[in-house]
């Protein structure tokens, strides 16, 4: 039973516009959501997060919306850069909780 | 240096042979993880530990063991191999809430022949 979900396994931009991924979650539980990048050969890096009481979240180019009547959230990038080009993972968690859910991940692409 | 390791990098071996992945960290935190990441599958959890004393199953740990030699140090073993454990295997830490940044370490590429 996979509680994070992202629909897209894969996505290309050009460099210079907007690159929106998303991730679905099922767990209501859940009140804190974070994104992971991960670049080849290496870990996942955190990138940014989010806690339930709020609906956005910015940081530099990077920003993370929250829709908990959908229980969905989105990265943006703006602009995208070509270093952006990674996977992205979206995870999940709760106070209280354990541990973090991670999501299948989305690999973008920017393209020069 | 880094802050995770994990060593080896890459290991291929054989069906039944019994393999152990290592991980250290120079952190300082109480919680370590063992991931495994496979295509289209994402980061699942196989075995987590909050100290020496707790481990815990993660939702993958069937074929899976693991030691908590130290606050520092967490290995992750496979006592039979078998192929469908070729994976990308990842350790990581982090401080205490679960909601706490988690840092990884630079992966171990596992294949199984």
């Known amino acids: 039973d996979q509680q994070v979900k992202q629909n897209s396994p894969s996505l290309s931009v050009q460099e210079g516009r907007i690159s929106i991924l998303n991730c679905d979650y099922t767990?209501?539980?859940?009140?804190?959501f974070l994104w992971y990048k991960k670049y080849p050969a290496e870990g996942p890096t955190f990138l940014i997060s989010?806690?339930?009481?709020?609906d956005k979240n910015e940081d530099g180019r990077f920003t993370v919306f929250l829709n908990k009547s959908a229980k969905h959230l989105s990265l943006h990038i703006v602009p995208s850069q070509p270093g952006d080009s990674a996977v992205y993972f979206c995870a999940a968690s709760a106070r209280g909780y354990q541990k973090v859910t991670f999501g299948t991940g989305t690999k973008l692409q920017v393209i020069p | 240096d880094a802050d995770v390791t994990q060593t080896p990098r890459n290991r291929i071996t054989k069906t039944g042979k019994r393999i152990m992945l290592e991980c250290s960290q120079t952190k300082g935190h109480d919680r370590m993880y063992w991931y495994r990441q496979d295509p289209g599958l994402g980061l699942r959890l196989i075995y987590y530990s909050f100290d020496v004393k707790d481990i815990n199953k993660g939702e993958i740990s069937d074929g899976y063991s693991v030691s908590r030699q130290a606050q520092a140090k967490f290995s992750l073993s496979l006592e039979s191999a078998i192929p469908n454990q070729t994976a990308l295997y990842f350790c990581a830490t982090s401080r205490t809430v679960s909601t706490d940044t988690q840092y990884f370490g630079p992966g171990t590429r596992l294949t199984v022949l």
């Open positions: 767990n209501s539980m859940f009140d804190y």
């Open positions: 989010i806690s339930s009481i709020k």
